[in-house]
T-cell receptor
Framework: GAVVSQHPSRVICKSGTSVKIECRSL??????MFWYRQFPKQSLMLMAT?????????EQGVEKDKFLINHASLTLSTLTVTSAHPEDSSFYIC????????????FGEGSWLTVV | GENVEQHPSTLSVQEGDSAVIKCTYS??????FPWYKQELGKRPQLIID???NVGEKKDQRIAVTLNKTAKHFSLHITETQPEDSAVYFC????WGAGGTSYGKLTFGQGTILTVHP
């Protein structure tokens, strides 16, 4: 089946630094990807919709200058957490829908971010 | 925007019993309702889904029912097994011919299911 890969799976960074997470569709093209954040024992909350070749659409309450999203190709979207703080520590997970259509959304493996 | 409420937050059953998890949604435009099983630190796994033109769907021990009028849908797991223990999420989405919201999922709060041997 279709595969969406995220990298890194785990990352620890210092407060004030930035960290980039990649979401890559390995065997299909994705014009749209979605970024979710999941705090421990909580649900997945949509942060933003990443659109290839255009600006991301952010959900209410999500700071676009803090969570930079770039979707420069049909197979790659990146999420950069800028000036990270301990409260940004979370599980970040992406999903992608194939540009060719179909009825399935594919999730990445997720990335654990710990800010110390 | 869409709001999905899920109950119960925790559910404990004995092996072999049935488990039912319920969700309600607010946006009448939503027409696609998937259910996911998630183990700690892993990606959500789609276990069953239903579209608004269908009232019920079954796949072996798992079934989902949908009441469009009342805007609620439920997951039914029969003959539960210890390996069914996980967190289950319902979600709602608008699935259509395209558009930026296509594939955007709004999740319920999750249900921790524990199946005791």
């Amino acid at each position: 089946g279709a595969v969406v890969s995220q990298h890194p799976s785990r990352v620890i960074c210092k407060s004030g630094t930035s960290v980039k997470i990649e979401c890559r569709s390995l065997d299909f093209q994705a014009t749209t990807m979605f970024w979710y954040r999941q705090f421990p024992k909580q649900s997945l909350m949509l942060m933003a919709t990443s659109n290839e070749g255009s600006k991301a659409t952010y959900e209410q309450g999500v700071e676009k200058d803090k969570f930079l999203i770039n979707h420069a190709s049909l197979t790659l979207s990146t999420l950069t957490v800028t000036s990270a703080h301990p409260e940004d520590s979370s599980f970040y997970i992406c999903s992608a829908r194939p540009a060719a259509g179909g009825n399935t959304i594919y999730f990445g493996e997720g990335s654990w971010l710990t800010v110390v | 925007g869409e709001n999905v409420e899920q109950h119960p937050s925790t559910l404990s059953v004995q092996e072999g019993d049935s488990a039912v998890i319920k969700c309600t949604y607010s946006d009448s435009a939503s027409n696609y309702f998937p259910w996911y099983k998630q183990e700690l630190g892993k990606r959500p796994q789609l276990i069953i889904d239903i579209r608004s033109n269908v009232g019920e769907k079954k796949d072996q021990r798992i079934a989902v029912t949908l009441n469009k009028t009342a805007k609620h849908f439920s997951l039914h797991i029969t003959e539960t097994q210890p390996e069914d223990s996980a967190v289950y999420f319902c979600a709602a989405s608008i699935w259509g011919a395209g558009g930026t919201s296509y594939g955007k999922l709004t999740f319920g709060q999750g249900t921790i299911l524990t199946v005791h041997p």
